[in-house]
């Protein structure tokens, strides 16, 4: 098994699901309402009470990353459900029947949470700049943001895919999506900062992946300070490789 | 070629094979067999004996709780990718994926496969060509029927040219129609390029028709295995069957008359050498025991019967093929 072979294997998996979403992008597009919704009304009523110090940036530009990671994390946090459906309909043991490695299909399948969340994050970019946030638009500082999408959506779509190995079916995926996405997104810096946080909040929010990513996206969108950068870069790529390696290792679970 | 030695010539070899599922389920129970290289090989028996477990284990996709299993000298166990590389694999649901046309289904499969650039493209062609979906190729697979899904399955085949093709109940839940094509383009990829096949069916004309040897499988263990004639003819001779006009009680016969191998509320049957000289003789002592004949028949004992003979119990086909059947309607219905 050559790295080569690994890699056009993930690839091959990832071009897979591009193609399903081309042929029907009903659910991408569905799923734009929540975000648009949270940046149009919630940003919007927020930003006009000045409820909240968010220092330099006005509300509605500090929640624009929160917004963008919190529909990324959406989709990917869903994402286990789609291996379920190819578990019950013959797909998945296909696949896993293939030469191609199981660490392969996983990181395939995590890519192609990453293209529909890039397909997220144009939209509400898009949709951002209509309503005039201030966005830093050096081309460096797009593809950063672009690139942690990526693997933010790599991050928490082997999440859904290591709990999927373990509870294998629709409702209970649905179960849980529900029941750790609002507190992902509640315990991060997404919709507000940390330092308003309750101390006991500010520890569950240091270590949740999202907060890294929301930082690291409001650093290149609109702050333009990077001395967190590193940190941040570090915390989200252990946790996308410690989630890929253990659905790697767990996802055979799901046909046995 | 039976009685090859060498290890790497044999397409599989299987050794002593058990899966046990807690608390105490033994799913297959030490079973043992090879297969040659060409050979085309049926694992035959009812719903739930173990066959499908066999398969997923063979192929690596569980494991065994004890046991060596060889494919073209290979160790599963130690090189699971190895020899997935040797391998194909059809399970009993639909594999092909709905949301994907056909043309897009061979080349993400085949891509899977390291099947090269150059030959992809050409080998798609005729194997769409091949199995007649040419025309419906750039189609979604979901608009498919069930029959032409199989036919994509083969040509996945046609495609990734694996050295031994694994078949989960190839013609399950197919019109008769469908069977024969599915039956058909088998026995070519065999003849056109030398490919071990491995079915399991509970179907007993599928495993006469297409298989050079079958074992037969219950409750987890080979019960038997041989070429489909030897089994049959090893019954001897014939096989009586009487329809009853009402249910009786359970009957016996002197042992040269022959063996009682069924019976149930409408039927008895019977094994014997000569079914034309001992059935009225038959018919004599079944009316002593009170037994009321409506009709006979005589025939060739069937796959069926060897199965019976061993197992004391009847193929039970209906349950698992309208099953089959319902899960392909779903799966059509979820995805338009």
Redesign the interface.
Same mark, same amino acid.
Request: glycine share 4%.
């Given at each position: &098994?050559t790295l080569g072979?690994r890699v !056009? !294997?993930a690839l091959? %998996?990832a071009? &897979?699901e591009a193609?399903?979403i081309h042929?029907?992008s009903t659910e991408l597009w569905t799923r734009l309402v929540q975000p648009a919704l949270w940046l149009l009304i919630f940003g919007e009523v927020m930003n006009s009470i000045r409820g909240l110090s968010t220092g330099s940036l006005s509300y509605i530009e500090f929640i624009t990353p929160g917004v963008l990671a919190q529909s990324v994390l959406f989709v990917a946090i869903f994402y286990g459900i789609n291996i379920v459906w190819e578990k019950d309909?013959?797909?998945l043991?296909? *696949? *896993?029947?293939?030469?191609?490695?199981y660490s392969s299909i996983v990181i395939g399948k995590a890519l192609s949470a990453g293209i529909r969340g890039i397909f997220q994050a144009v939209m509400i970019f898009g949709l951002a700049l209509v309503i005039g946030v201030n966005v830093r638009l050096d081309v460096l500082d797009v593809a950063g943001v672009f690139v942690a999408i990526i693997v933010f959506a790599m991050c928490f779509s082997s999440l859904s895919m290591l709990l999927a190995s373990f509870l294998r079916t629709r409702d209970r995926m649905m179960g849980i999506g529900q029941l750790i996405t609002m507190p992902l997104f509640f315990a991060s810096n997404a919709i507000y900062p940390l330092s308003i946080m309750p101390r006991w909040l500010q520890y569950v929010a240091m270590v949740n992946p999202v907060s890294y990513t929301v930082d690291a996206m409001r650093a290149m969108l609109l702050t333009g300070d990077y001395s967190n950068l590193p940190v941040d870069i570090a915390a989200i790529s252990i946790s996308t490789i410690l989630f890929v390696s253990l659905a790697s290792l767990t996802i055979?679970r799901m %046909?046995? | 070629m039976m009685t090859d030695e060498n290890p790497a010539a044999k397409a599989v070899v299987v050794e002593n094979l058990v899966k046990t599922y807690p608390p105490d389920i033994r799913a297959v129970d030490m079973i043992s067999f090879s297969i040659g290289s060409g050979e085309i090989f049926g694992l035959l028996g009812p719903n739930g004996a173990g066959k499908t477990t066999t398969i997923k284990m063979i192929i690596g996709l569980i494991s065994p709780t004890y046991g060596s299993l060889r494919l073209f000298g290979v160790d599963v166990a130690k090189s699971p990718q190895a020899a997935r590389r040797l391998l194909g694999y059809v399970p009993q649901n639909v594999s092909v994926d709905g949301d994907l046309s056909g043309y897009e289904n061979l080349l993400i499969f085949s891509r899977l496969f390291y099947v090269g650039r150059d030959e992809r493209r050409e080998r798609i062609a005729k194997a769409l060509k091949y199995v007649g979906l040419s025309e419906r190729a750039n189609e979604l697979v979901k608009h498919y029927s069930g029959g032409m899904m199989r036919r994509l399955e083969v040509a996945q085949a046609l495609v990734n040219r694996p050295k031994i093709l694994f078949l989960d109940e190839p013609a399950i839940g197919l019109d008769p129609g469908s069977r024969r094509e599915i039956w058909e383009s088998i026995r070519q990829l065999r003849k056109d390029f030398g490919t071990t096949i491995f079915i399991t069916t509970h179907d007993m004309s599928e495993a006469d028709y297409l298989c050079d040897r079958v074992a037969i499988m219950d409750s987890g263990k080979i019960v038997v295995m041989g070429p489909p004639s030897k089994l049959k003819e090893s019954l001897g001779g014939d096989v009586v069957t009487f329809q009853l006009t009402q249910p009786g009680q359970e009957v016996t016969l002197p042992g040269d008359l022959g063996q009682v191998v069924h019976q149930d509320d409408s039927t008895i049957k019977i094994l014997t050498q000569d079914g034309h000289k001992t059935a009225p003789l038959m018919v004599l002592a079944l009316k002593d025991q009170g037994v009321e004949i409506q009709s006979m028949s005589i025939d060739v004992p069937s796959l069926d019967d060897v199965f019976l003979k061993y197992t004391k119990r009847r193929l039970d086909e209906h349950g698992n093929i309208s099953e089959a059947r319902a899960t392909r309607r779903s799966i059509a219905r979820y995805s338009k």
């Open positions: &098994m072979e !056009s !294997s091959t %998996i071009d &897979m193609r399903k042929h029907d309909v013959g797909v043991t296909k *696949l *896993l029947s293939t030469p191609s490695p055979k %046909i046995e | -």
